[in-house]
């Protein structure tokens, strides 16, 4: 018998402006995104920004339904139309925010696990890691440094 530990770093900013350049714009564009969320259910609006290899940045935010299961997390609505747009270019960089109106989010928010187990297909598919920079509207910001982070263990391909 043996143990096996399952372990995933996590690099911790203290907040937006100690942040790379990069990573300030596509987070940036998750918030933007998060704001043109349609959530009239839950009005917890979440936004994502994907920057592919070449260059190009696509966002996503959640798509809610009256039929509730219908509707789509904003992770999988940018990566499914990034893939969509450009099936051959893979992606490096993930951003994903949100809003609640309710109450200030100071906590990063993290990915659901379909969408995990979505976002590691292209992971997969490409053979590139996605770096994921996870935010909430104010205080600490985490990255990332591969989607497999976020799910170890995980169902694939192979
Ligand atoms: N949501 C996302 O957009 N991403 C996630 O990873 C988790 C949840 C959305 C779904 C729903 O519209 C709202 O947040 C509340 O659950």
Redesign the pocket.
Known sequence: MKTLDLISRITVYEDHSELPIEWQDLLDKAHEAAKK?Y?P??N?K?GAALLLNNGEIITG??Q?NAAYPS?L???RTAIFYASAQFPEVPFNKLA?T?INPKEKLTKP????GS?RQALLEYEQKFKQRIEVLLAGEEGEIYVLKSISDLLPFSFSND
Not at 109 to 112: G, L
């Open positions: 969320a959530s259910y839950s917890f979440v935010n959640n809610e509707g997390c904003a992770e994903i949100a928010v993290s990915p659901c969408c």
